[in-house]
């Protein structure tokens, strides 16, 4: 909440929140026409190219901040862009809370935004939200959600370690792929594409734990999908 004198610094300017829009909706249109799976295919083969793997991986790690002292193997162990790009971490890199009833980050990367499912619908950015049937395709698990559940979206960046792990003890009862568009996921597009998580090829998996159902979805996006 604002106080008094602050009121009118915190209230934005409509015209600049349009105009925010418009420079967002610039940025990403041209996602639309891209052939986006068959890019992503592209991008797949030459990923798991031996052939590649060195400059692919050399290219990377001049571009992106990534925390080689982290993985578990060195560049030379790793066989394709594939392989160093789904590295596994040594033993000791995430050690875990010591208590028990903590819910942890199923990843690495940026928590952007995190709050209550309200009416069965998710927050996407100011503006967009979509509902958690949509997302998980699966009404029979949306409706465990609809009311006084919790959503979490983690955004992972190229350089981020891109394993997914449970946020929490359970046990797997279901999992479900749907295919979908391949847009990215990145600040832009996730202001100005409407059911962007929605719409995007997705893989959801429920667990059942002492808190109660829990599902954790991993979202594809251009380039990166399989």
């Known amino acids: 909440m604002a106080s008094a004198s602050n009121a009118g610094k915190d209230r934005k300017d409509p ?56 993985a578990e193997r060195s560049l030379n162990e790793f066989i394709s862009f594939d392989d160093f790009f789904t590295r596994s971490l040594k033993p ?24 209550p499912i309200r ?32 959503f979490a979206t983690i955004y992972l960046a190229p350089h981020d370690y891109h394993r997914v792990h449970m946020p929490l003890d359970g046990r797997l009862v279901g999992e479900t792929r749907v295919p979908g568009r391949l847009f990215s996921v990145s600040s832009a597009t996730s202001q100005s594409i409407d059911r962007l998580y929605a719409r995007n090829e997705r893989m959801a998996a429920l667990f059942e734990t002492r808190y109660g159902p829990v599902v954790v979805v991993l979202v594809a996006a251009l380039l990166v999908a399989g």
């Open 119 to 150: 009416k069965g619908r998710i927050i996407q950015a100011k503006g967009r939200d979509f509902s958690v049937d949509e997302l998980l395709a699966n009404s029979q698990w949306a409706r465990h959600f609809d009311d006084g559940g919790q």
């Open 15 to 70: 015209q600049e929140g349009a105009t925010e829009d418009r420079w967002a909706h610039l940025k990403t249109w041209h996602q639309h026409l891209l052939p986006q799976h068959a890019l992503t295919a592209l991008a797949n083969l030459a990923s798991n190219s031996p052939l590649l793997r060195r400059p692919l991986i050399g290219m990377f790690t001049r571009l992106y901040p990534v925390k080689l002292a982290e």
């Open 92 to 115: 000791d890199a995430r050690p875990l809370p010591a208590n028990p009833d903590t819910i942890v980050s199923p990843s690495d990367g940026l928590l952007s935004r995190l709050g």
